[in-house]
């Protein structure tokens, strides 16, 4: 697979050409000064880079994160605003 490189102000006279692409299966790079700016990609290569999060996941992630007493802290944060 050849990744197309092209220059942001290129890309958006080019953008119905760089879609066409994408769709076919090639991503395109845009640049911005010769640096990496944004990727026009697949959706399907899009989906692959970015695998979906589960809920979870991310159980136990915040433990501690409140003290040895979450009701407490809680009760102290709402004490704040009274």
């Known amino acids: 697979m050849t990744l197309h ?3 942001l ?3 958006r006279s080019t953008l119905p050409d760089l879609a066409s692409r994408a769709h076919a299966g ?3 790079l845009l640049t911005r000064h010769g640096k ?3 990727a026009i990609v697949p ?3 899009l989906a692959q880079a970015r695998p979906r999060a589960r809920f979870l996941a991310l159980r136990g992630t915040g433990r501690g ?3 040895a ?3 407490e ?3 102290k944060l709402r004490d704040e605003w009274v």
């Open 9 to 11: 102000e290129q890309g």
């Open 36 to 38: 990496p700016y944004a």
């Open 65 to 67: 994160l409140w003290g």
């Open 73 to 75: 802290a809680v009760a």
């Open 69 to 71: 007493s979450p009701a």
């Open 5 to 7: 490189t092209v220059g």
């Open 43 to 45: 959706p399907g290569m």
């Open 26 to 28: 090639e991503p395109s």
